[in-house]
T-cell receptor, first 114, second 112 residues
Framework: EAGVAQSPRYKIIEKRQSVAFWCNPISGHATLYWYQQILGQGPKLLIQ????????DSQLPKDRFSAERLKGVDSTLKIQPAKLEDSAVYLCASSPEGSPYGYTFGSGTRLTVV | GQQLNQSPQSMFIQEGEDVSMNCTSS?????WLWYKQDPGEGPVLLIA?????ELTSNGRLTAQFGITRKDSFLNISASIPSDVGIYFCAGQLGFGNEKLTFGTGTRLTIIP
């Protein structure tokens, strides 16, 4: 099966600019996650969707970050305006409903804010 | 928030050596998972543990779920060059679709 697709792979922007990332999960996977991985750290959950509803966004900095999952398939994560500390890899992951086997991550988008 | 501490932070070993790393938590998790991350890629699941005291193997990898549910270890036997990467433990309060709390990572390097 095809994996979790993310684009772009790399993005460099200036602080205060806006940026958007796209994720296409594995077909049929109901749950989609966005994680932020700062260099040298483990990934941290930003937001979790079940179909097109939000399950957990408690760690999402809502003053600048937003995410949507239209029609319960693809998802976009947006940052507006970006700060230097947003430099990180943004990982998307998906899992089938009720699966006990963890979930599948995409290759991520590496964001550098200068 | 919750944090998982991994040790060692980095390891430098020779090919063929055995490797051991562990992960501790200040709180209980009901599922422990071990992931490997290669440069430029997302984490890939190696082993999942669901019961306290459980010992599970996957080829040369062996992991155990601590009896207190606050720790886990991962062993790699007879290391090979493709074992190079960063290993993360992750805990879940439940299992399956719940969020993962990741550890700080152990970077494994094989010295020629």
């Amino acid at each position: 099966e095809a994996g979790v697709a993310q684009s772009p792979r790399y993005k460099i922007i200036e602080k205060r600019q806006s940026v958007a990332f796209w994720c296409n999960p594995i077909s049929g996977h109901a749950t989609l996650y966005w994680y932020q991985q700062i260099l040298g750290q483990g990934p941290k959950l930003l937001i979790q969707f079940q179909n097109n509803g939000v399950v957990d966004d408690s760690q999402l900095p809502k003053d600048r970050f937003s995410a949507e999952r239209l029609k319960g398939v693809d998802s976009t994560l947006k940052i507006q305006p970006a700060k230097l500390e947003d430099s990180a890899v943004y990982l998307c992951a998906s899992s089938p409903e009720g699966s006990p086997y963890g979930y599948t991550f995409g290759s991520g988008t590496r964001l550098t804010v200068v | 928030g919750q944090q998982l501490n991994q040790s060692p932070q980095s390891m430098f070993i020779q090919e063929g050596e055995d490797v051991s790393m562990n992960c501790t938590s200040s709180s209980i998790f009901n599922t422990w998972l071990w992931y490997k991350q290669d440069p430029g890629e997302g984490p890939v699941l190696l082993i999942a543990l669901y019961k306290a005291g459980e010992l599970t193997s996957n080829g040369r990898l062996t992991a155990q779920f601590g009896i207190t549910r606050k720790d886990s270890f991962l062993n790699i036997s007879a290391s090979i060059p493709s074992d190079v990467g960063i290993y993360f433990c992750a805990g879940q309060l439940g299992f399956g679709n719940e969020k993962l709390t990741f550890g700080t990572g152990t970077r494994l390097t094989i010295i020629p």
